[in-house]
């Protein structure tokens, strides 16, 4: 009878989980796509959001015990690392005042706590599940920049980025089926 308890309360508490951090997200996304897509907009938002990636990831490769999450989270620690670069490069290009975050957003921050307190299959389906909001938000973040951004030197990143962008959301979706 306890055993079935726990397991109750534990799937709960875990739906209560998945459902705080689908509210938490979405809200960054409206606030980052919104207004104009200015370039020093833009290399913010992408700038710390792989910031995120490359972070979290990280984290993954210390914490998950599943084979499929450390490959994802190795493949993202790799494509964003290259991917900051190429941003770095194209903010250069474009404007080289604009300035490149070095450090994460208090939102993002925030992300990176709540996966630093869990573990075990908590931990995984939280990193699965920011994962897949962040690529939902990437790919439309970067696919408006490249259609109607305002430099041409940044369009041209983003619209050399995306596909990657797409590839990890599909990639990201399947281990959400299989966790």
Do not use: W
């Not at 084979?67 to 790799?78: N, T, W």
Request: glycine share 6%.
């Amino acid at each position: 009878m306890l055993t079935s308890r726990t397991n109750h309360m534990r799937a709960a508490a875990f739906a209560l989980l998945f459902a705080l951090a689908a509210l938490f997200v979405p809200q960054m996304a409206r606030a980052q796509l919104s207004g104009t897509l200015s370039g020093p907009r833009f290399v913010e938002t992408a700038a710390v959001a792989g910031l995120f990636e490359i972070e979290s990831s990280k984290i993954a490769l210390e914490r998950s015990d599943n084979p499929g999450i450390k490959a994802f989270a190795q493949m993202m620690v790799d494509d964003h690392t290259r991917i900051a670069a190429a941003l770095k490069r194209a903010a250069a290009d474009a404007n080289g005042e604009i300035t490149i975050p070095a450090a994460l957003d208090s939102e993002h921050d925030a992300m990176i706590r709540k996966l630093k307190t869990a573990s075990g299959r908590e931990f995984d389906a939280l990193y699965v599940q920011m994962q897949t909001t962040g690529h939902e938000q990437a790919v439309g973040l970067f696919g408006a920049y490249a259609k109607d951004g305002d430099q041409t030197a940044l369009k041209t990143f983003a619209a050399d980025t995306l596909p990657t962008l797409q590839n990890h959301l599909k990639h990201v979706m399947q281990i959400q089926v299989k966790t």
